[in-house]
């Protein structure tokens, strides 16, 4: 059985950085595409950054120039180092995953979700 499990989230003030980390539990034979979604009270899910098996990522324009992405494909972890906090960016935030598992075929996996507030 996979399961992503996110860690990293908390409270921050505005302008403050938080980094999130996502790891692949289980049999996992590959990894396509991973991503960062977030939901905030009241609005739909978005997404925020996605990255390729190769490194190419593409970010919310939200986003741009103070979030990254990244991944270590030895470890089957995402990372999303998140700068300059706005209150805005307070939302749950979910790690996505196309993972390869023991039925030989690709299936989109999801976390449980975590919490980042940011507030003075």
């Known amino acids: 059985q996979v399961q992503l499990v996110e860690s990293g989230g908390g409270s921050v003030q505005p302008g403050g950085s938080l980094r999130l980390s996502c790891a692949s539990s289980?049999?996992?034979?590959?990894?396509?595409?991973m991503a960062w979604y977030r939901q905030a009270p009241g609005k739909q899910r978005e997404l925020v950054a996605a990255?390729?098996?190769?490194?190419?990522?593409n970010d919310a324009d939200s986003v741009k120039g103070r979030f990254t992405i990244s991944r270590d494909n030895a470890k089957n972890t995402v990372y999303l180092q998140m700068n300059s906090l706005k209150p805005e960016d307070t939302a749950v935030y979910y790690c996505n995953a196309d993972i390869r598992d023991l039925s030989f075929k690709f299936h989109v996996y999801w976390g449980q979700g975590i919490q980042v507030t940011v507030s003075a």
């Open positions: 289980g049999i996992v034979l590959s990894i396509n595409s």
């Open positions: 990255i390729t098996s190769g490194g190419t990522t």
